[in-house]
């Protein structure tokens, strides 16, 4: 594995609720990504960043902000969570000139 | 990043080769051929990858043709537990995300 992890794995929260999503690397990867997966629409880029404090929106980032403050975590907010966010997430990290490897995801119920 | 195109599913008796076709006909010269699997409820995991030459890890084998038009993942003896989808996607490392369209599920028979 790329010494990604994620956390929490499972969160079920109620819709109007803040929840963060964390994705912490020990590889020293400069890009990290978030990703969400749904039946029917593959993987979906939501955020990504290109360094500490360097970030842009993705395809699905309505709803969604990330924050880069140390090279190791990236995370993702939901500021007020609605039942549309339910889904997997994957974090990812790499990408410039090098291959993109994934964490285990967090599935989020949002009740 | 190129389209690729997948057959949706195919089968394959365990011990024996799967071999798991990809058309990526538009192609551009800085795009690498890469494939990822994703076995159910697990993030997806890297296989191999490619751009000219056929190449092979102690995973698979990737053989991708001369014009680069198409390219074959090997998985040369299958188990159950490569049951997984496959993912072909071209993309040429520019640090944006990965197309994964919807690939090809791979069932892995006794």
């Known amino acids: 594995d790329a010494g990604i992890t994620q956390s929490p794995r499972h969160k079920v929260t109620e819709t109007g609720t803040p929840v963060t999503l964390r994705c912490h690397q020990t590889?020293?990867?400069?890009?990290m990504y978030w990703y969400r997966q749904d039946p029917g629409h593959g993987l979906r880029l939501i955020h990504y960043?290109?360094?500490?404090?360097?970030?842009d929106k993705g395809e699905v980032s309505d709803g969604y902000s990330v924050s880069r403050s140390k090279t190791e975590d990236f995370l993702l907010t939901l500021e007020s969570a609605t039942s549309s966010q339910t889904s997997v997430y994957f974090c990812?990290?790499?990408?410039?000139?090098?291959?993109?490897?994934f964490g285990p995801g967090t599935r989020l119920l949002v009740l | 990043d190129a389209k690729t195109t997948q057959p949706t599913s195919m089968d394959c008796a365990e011990g024996r080769a799967a071999n798991l076709p990809c058309n990526h006909s538009?192609?551009?010269?800085?795009?690498?051929v890469y494939w990822y699997r994703q076995i159910h409820s697990q993030g997806p995991q890297y296989i191999i990858h490619?751009?000219?030459n056929n190449e092979t890890n102690e995973m698979a084998s990737l053989i991708i043709t001369e014009d680069r038009k198409s390219s074959t993942l090997i998985l040369p003896h299958a188990t159950l537990r490569d049951t997984a989808v496959y993912y072909c996607?071209?993309?040429?490392?520019?640090?944006?995300?990965?197309?994964f369209g919807k690939g090809t599920s791979l069932l892995v028979t006794p």
């Open positions: 990812a990290i790499g990408g410039l000139q090098e291959t993109q490897y």
């Open positions: 590889e020293n990867h400069r890009y």
């Open positions: 960043s290109y360094g500490v404090k360097d970030t």
């Open positions: 538009t192609i551009s010269g800085n795009e690498y």
């Open positions: 490619g751009l000219k």
């Open positions: 996607i071209a993309y040429s490392n520019s640090g944006y995300a990965l197309n």
